[in-house]
């Protein structure tokens, strides 16, 4: 609770009146301290209603009078200027009482608005792509009602799917200029693009039309097939969590690269393009650089930097059940009120279980997040779950869209 919740609760107010009376009628006769009650409705509209500011200035009128009247004043000056104090105060509270209304009011609906654009520009996507079943969850900031920058979209390919997520450095319309841009190119070209670098290239072209000189996004790639490997492309972004059948949550392993926007990207070499230009997997970094780990192996090491600024992308191999989380800043960045940061990694360990809808884990996630935090995030979140779940022998997958990539 912040210190203007406190002093404004019922509890201390009516604390207040308790002390005040009773100092008063420990010190000497002749000495009213009834003008102290004017404070309290002021205190009560800071968090209260009409009727409370009201109560709280009756009850200091009459409070005041009687304590003239035990201090043998009533009648008096003092006692008129104790009476218009505390009336005047009880007026002045309904002002800011009504002020205060005023502007909640105000602040709830542009949060409302805010959220129906991040809604509009983030739609909830399908429970189930291919083999696997989705789900994606965005938090705004409680005191912020800005339009964030996070990013994210699931697609469906022939084979799998293609899945980003990122953020937009600012808030308010540039940033969600600047995200829109990058989500439309990656719906547009994510089902059928050869491989995740050009797919990275491209949503840079784009940010570096819209983005001003200090502008970047932090974008994370990745790349499931219907057989369990999973490609992982990072422009700045952190890298997602793998959580397999067991609980058991690892950092999966990711290649650093600079984010997009920058204008430190490079494209292919044009002896590296094959296929048209789209470039092949070798040659932009893909299966033959990076190697593949399993997501269950417990000795899962990160990937050395390339020197180039070529895209490198790092893969893994999924068992049915792996989970692949993937967040953004204000998931990692968020704290307590002792400035801890939140432990995803065991949070998330221990959060339901592999056979709950991933929805349910996104929610539960989202609220032991708040509690953590005291109700209130600094920053926007976005979170994206894929649970890897394939078919069944005999069974066919539901998977849609284009053919597959590779």
Known sequence: ?????????????????????????????GQSLGA???????????NGGRRAVVAAGALGVVLAALLSWYNHDAGQARFFARFIAVVGATGLGLVLQAVRVDRERRLARAQRIADVAQRALLPVPPRRVGPFEVAATYA?????????????????????????????????????RIAGGALGVFRAVGHDERDLPLIGRRMEHSVLREAGPEDFVTVLLVEVTTGGRCTLLSYGHPPPLVRNVAGEVREAPV????????????????????????????????PGDAGVVSAADPAIDPLATP???????TELILVPGDELLLVTDGVLEARNAAG??????????????PHDPPAEVLAALNADMRVYCGGELDDDSALVLLRYTPPLPGERSSSTGAVSPR
């Open 1 to 29: 609770m912040s210190v203007a919740a406190f002093v404004s609760s019922r509890w201390f107010v009516a604390a207040l009146f308790v002390v005040i009376t009773f100092a008063d009628l420990v010190t000497a006769r």
């Open 36 to 46: 102290l009650f004017s404070i309290l409705p002021v205190l009560v509209a800071v």
């Open 140 to 176: 705004s900031a409680a005191h912020d009602a800005q339009v964030g920058g996070d990013l994210y979209d699931v697609v469906g390919t022939g084979s799998g799917l293609r899945a980003v997520i990122g953020d937009v450095r600012g808030k308010g319309l540039p940033a969600v």
């Open 255 to 286: 290649a650093a690269h600079p984010p997009i926007g920058l204008g430190l990207l490079r494209d292919p070499a044009p002896e590296d393009r094959a296929d048209g230009g789209y470039g092949s997997a070798g040659a932009s970094g893909g």
């Open 307 to 313: 020197d180039s600024a070529s895209a490198r992308t």
């Open 340 to 353: 801890e940061f939140y432990p995803l990694t065991p949070r998330y360990a221990g959060c339901l279980g």
